[in-house]
């Protein structure tokens, strides 16, 4: 099954980066040395075995994307998938320039969706603003809130100029960088929406998860590492709490600020003061989250110190663990990851390869339970998942 993917946006927002650091093991600083994209490049990324990512990394260049909305109109925007549009944040901190910049941006952005809405009305739209690295971090909340009520605003006059009185496409957006874990939640939800039947699979993990009394099991892609599916244990308060924590609440890690799910497109970043949102890492994340859930403010539904992207933190970190393997010395380049086995003093997680494209990790809270079981669980469930 064949998804075309549009990777689009300006020169220079970061589209090849991105593209490298999740499909072909760049690290982030290796990515200052990419060079401007050439018209389209294109790559076909094997995605759980049967699922090809058709990616075409545009050069954002004006010629190119010129080039794109006239010459090539057709040719670039039928049958896609998916529509990810880049948008680089830096001009949202540079003034007068930066502004210009946006509009700038906000006018190829309505025109290409506007090809995608003759040629693709069934895409998908992602909205990624990039490079929050760069905004001063008491800015951007405000700066994702208002960028994305005027992207969704562009959309909506796109459907209504083609006359249909549509809602026009429902846009997405994340806020992202490649110096963290963001990027990987944005693209792990992306890749989600193209796998078919994901209820199926969430459906067996959750017995999976029931069976080995886990709080919470996660699959990922083998090569991305992205997060591809995940159940909480129903006997377990902890998983319950994350998943409905999920729905609800999301951190972003680069700045302490959240954004809601529940309306649509996740655009409603608000600040996170006064709230027990966390941005600590990974250890924390899981363990004061699953210690603490009972001290959240009963005012709020959202429990707090369970960190939302606790699971894009592993796909980054096991990447970078992978890549530190890949670099040993010749001799030793047999070297490759295979399992991890993490304990704290009130969490146990493991992971291990799952399917032949596949990892999984389960996360155990419960101290009655034997590690040793859950590699079993795990072995025994191979063939079923495969
Ligand atoms: P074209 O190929 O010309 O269309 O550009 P592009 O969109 O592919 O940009 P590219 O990926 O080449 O990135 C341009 C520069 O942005 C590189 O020096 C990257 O290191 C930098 N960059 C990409 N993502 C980020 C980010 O999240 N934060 C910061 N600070 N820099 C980034």
Not at 238 to 243: D, N, R, V
Not at 255 to 266: A, I, R, S, V
Not at 361 to 384: E, G, Y
Request: hydrophobic share 35%; charged share 25%; with cysteine.
């Amino acid at each position: 099954m064949k998804r075309k993917v549009l990777l689009m946006g300006q020169s220079g927002c970061g589209k090849t980066s991105m593209r490298s650091l999740i499909f072909s093991s760049y690290r982030a600083a290796d990515t200052r040395r990419l060079g401007s994209t050439l018209d389209v490049e294109h790559s076909h990324v094997r995605f759980l075995g049967n699922l090809v990512l058709n990616l075409w990394d545009c050069g954002g260049q004006q010629s190119y994307m010129d080039s794109y909305l006239e010459k090539q109109r057709s040719q670039v925007f039928s049958t896609v998938g998916v529509l990810i549009y880049v948008f680089d944040l830096v001009g949202a901190e540079g003034g007068e320039e930066g502004q210009t910049e946006w509009e700038r941006d906000l006018r190829y952005y309505k025109d290409c969706v506007s090809a995608l809405y003759q040629y693709s009305p069934d895409a998908r739209v992602f909205c990624l603003l990039h490079k929050m690295d760069l905004v001063d971090k008491s800015r951007r909340a405000s700066v994702y809130s208002q960028r994305v009520k005027e992207l969704r605003r562009k959309s909506r006059e796109v459907a209504h100029a083609a006359g249909g009185g549509k809602e026009g496409f429902r846009v997405h957006c994340f806020a992202t960088s490649i110096w963290d874990e963001s990027l990987y939640r944005a693209w792990s939800r992306i890749v989600q929406t193209q796998i078919p039947s994901l209820g199926v699979l969430e459906r067996h993990l959750q017995l999976l998860a029931d069976t080995c009394c886990a709080g919470e099991v996660v699959v990922f892609e083998r090569t991305t590492f992205l997060v591809i599916a995940k159940a909480a244990g129903s006997t377990s308060t902890a998983g319950a709490l994350s998943s409905s924590f999920e729905r609800s609440t999301l951190t972003s890690p680069s700045g302490g600020f959240t954004y809601d799910e529940e309306e649509e497109g996740m655009e409603g970043f608000r600040d996170a003061q006064g709230r027990q949102t966390s941005t600590a890492g990974l250890g924390s994340g899981f363990g004061s989250g699953f210690a603490t859930h009972h001290d959240t403010p009963a005012s709020t539904t959202k429990p707090s110190g369970l960190d939302p992207e606790r699971f894009e933190k592993v796909s980054e970190l096991i990447k970078n663990f992978k890549l530190s393997c890949q670099k040993l010395p010749a001799k030793s380049s047999q070297c490759e990851f295979q399992a991890v086995e993490l304990k704290a003093s009130n969490f146990s997680a493991y992971i291990d390869s799952l399917t032949s494209n596949t990892y999984i990790m389960i996360l155990v809270t419960d101290p009655a339970v034997q590690m040793a079981s859950v590699k079993l669980n795990v072995q025994l469930a191979r063939d079923h998942f495969e």
